[in-house]
């Protein structure tokens, strides 16, 4: 299982930025699907989740309205538009999954099975 996140680099408040995570070596759509951040001197946060089983997305509030998580499967990509960036979002961002379906409270605790590298992502004028 590898995952290879993209995308990440500067960007104004109120811009917007798309970051990538190509997976290999698995079947995406088995996999529940997360995207993490940590911002400097903080704890790394779940901020956004897309379930497996179809379920939905989750987004944490500071997010909610305005990251999109989604996942094409036949690109084995799953992608996190990001808009209206503000500077609290400046943070390394992480593409996470798992295949044990433990699901989100567990995964927002303790993290999911596989992780990528990060991409730093700036917002700043």
């Known amino acids: 299982v590898q995952l290879q996140a993209s995308g990440g680099g500067m960007a104004q408040p109120g811009g917007s930025l798309r970051l990538s995570c190509k997976a290999s070596?698995?079947?995406?759509?088995?996999?529940?699907f997360g995207w993490f951040r940590q911002a400097p001197g903080k704890e790394r946060e779940g901020i956004s989740f897309?379930?497996?089983?179809?379920?939905?997305?989750y987004y944490t509030d500071s997010v909610k309205g305005r990251f999109i998580i989604s996942r094409d499967n036949s690109k084995s990509t799953v992608y996190l538009q990001m808009n209206d960036l503000k500077p609290e979002d400046t943070a390394v961002y992480y593409c996470?999954?798992?295949?044990?379906?433990?699901?989100?409270?567990?995964?927002?605790?303790?993290?999911?099975?596989?992780w990528g590298k990060g991409t730093l992502v700036t917002v700043s004028s």
């Open positions: 996470a999954t798992d295949a044990r379906s433990y699901g989100r409270p567990w995964y927002m605790a303790r993290g999911m099975e596989y």
């Open positions: 070596g698995f079947e995406l759509e088995n996999y529940d």
């Open positions: 897309s379930d497996k089983r179809g379920g939905g997305a």
